[in-house]
């Protein structure tokens, strides 16, 4: 699945890939839809660093 399909099938929008994209903060709402559309859990797709 390339980008455009996500952003499409999780109804997600170009800015919030691009936030993905270069680590910065996203909601938890559209992690949620990402994970739902890759119908994986929240661990599958981020990790938590203590910095």
């Known amino acids: 699945m390339n980008k455009t399909e996500l952003k499409e099938q999780a109804g997600i929008t170009y800015n919030i890939l691009a936030r993905l994209g270069k ?14 559309c890759l119908d994986c859990n929240i ?3 981020i ?3 203590i910095e």
């Open 23 to 36: 680590c910065q903060p996203v909601n938890l709402e559209s992690l949620y839809k990402i994970c739902k």
């Open 43 to 45: 661990g599958d797709i």
């Open 47 to 49: 990790e938590f660093e």
